[in-house]
């Protein structure tokens, strides 16, 4: 039986209200990243919000853990959202000669590969490459981080690991060099929007006893700064 007319029209209705309904959430998802550019002083709140992840990140053994925390406390997943990692597969990079010198490892070692994709609810608050030594781990722990998409950080809590950090970039900056002394230009008002990676990360995760088990590249996206500019100092 063809559907009738009136069914017809419900169900266009209906799919033009669910576009719709898409394309304003994102339109509010935009407009509440590009309200921290759309002032001198919410561009220097958004660079202290960044500095003050980048200090968190690099005090703490585990991105995973500083990660759970980022969340909770800016509100952008639903209460009691923990870090998962999306596997990406298909994409893997073997270990080159500065990563197995990073792990003080020789070119007959195995050395596992993970990239995967760092969310809290539908956030996605990083993407990682992890170079691993599976002979460091616990067979658990393995099996975890092969079947699941436990985080790495999580996965391998239980070693109470260390965490010696390379390089810290900030990949973009609200404000140009020099805004401290030369002030805020003009143009810097007016920015449409945020780039997708706005920090960089490179660390070795030690064991105890100082040996090195793991390799990371960890890049994190303009989702951190997902959230409203802070009422009591927004202009």
Same mark, same amino acid.
């Given at each position: 039986?063809l559907?009738?007319?009136?069914?017809i029209? $419900?169900?266009?209705?209906?799919?033009?209200?669910?576009?719709?309904?898409?394309?304003?959430?994102?339109?509010q998802?935009?407009s509440?990243r590009?309200?921290?550019? #759309?002032?001198?002083?919410?561009?220097?709140?958004?660079?202290?919000?960044?500095?003050?992840?980048?200090?968190?990140?690099?005090? #703490?053994?585990?991105?995973t853990?500083?990660? %759970?925390r980022?969340?909770a406390?800016?509100?952008?997943?639903?209460?009691g959202?923990?870090?998962?990692?999306?596997?990406?597969?298909?994409?893997d990079?073997?270990?080159?000669?500065? $990563?197995?010198?990073?792990?003080?490892?020789?070119?007959?070692?195995? $050395?596992?590969?993970?990239?995967?994709?760092?969310?809290?609810?539908?956030?996605?608050?990083?993407e990682a %490459?992890?170079?691993?030594?599976?002979?460091?781990?616990?067979?658990?722990?393995?099996?975890?981080?092969?079947?699941?998409? $436990?985080?790495?950080?999580?996965?391998v809590?239980?070693?109470?690991?260390?965490?010696?950090?390379?390089?810290?970039?900030?990949?973009?900056?609200?404000?140009?060099?020099?805004?401290?002394?030369?002030?805020i230009?003009?143009h810097?008002?007016?920015?449409?929007?945020?780039?997708?990676?706005?920090?960089?990360?490179?660390?070795?995760?030690?064991?105890?006893?100082?040996?090195?088990?793991?390799?990371?590249?960890?890049?994190?996206?303009?989702?951190v700064l997902?959230?409203?500019?802070?009422?009591?100092?927004?202009?």
């Open positions: 039986m559907p009738s007319l009136k069914c029209r $419900i169900a266009a209705l209906a799919a033009a209200g669910m576009a719709l309904g898409t394309q304003i959430a994102f339109a998802q935009s509440t590009s309200h921290w550019l #759309n002032s001198p002083a919410s561009r220097v709140e958004a660079l202290a919000v960044l500095q003050t992840l980048n200090a968190n990140l690099l005090s #703490n053994a585990s991105a853990l500083t990660l %759970d980022w969340c406390a800016h509100k952008l997943a639903p209460e959202s923990k870090i998962v990692a999306q596997r990406v597969r298909g994409q990079k073997p270990a080159d000669e500065h $990563i197995r010198e990073l792990l003080t490892v020789g070119p007959g070692e195995l $050395i596992a590969y993970r990239h995967v994709r760092l969310v809290c609810g539908d956030r996605v608050l990083s %490459d992890n170079w691993y030594l599976p002979a460091k781990l616990t067979a658990e722990m393995n099996q975890a981080l092969d079947t699941s998409d $436990i985080a790495f950080g999580r996965a809590q239980a070693l109470n690991f260390t965490r010696t950090n390379l390089s810290a970039k900030l990949l973009w900056s609200p404000l140009s060099e020099g805004w401290d002394m030369d002030g230009v003009a810097e008002t007016s920015s449409p929007s945020l780039p997708p990676f706005l920090l960089e990360h490179r660390a070795v995760l030690k064991l105890r006893d100082g040996t090195p088990f793991s390799a990371v590249v960890e890049s994190y996206t303009d989702n997902d959230f409203p500019v802070p009422q009591l100092l927004s202009r």
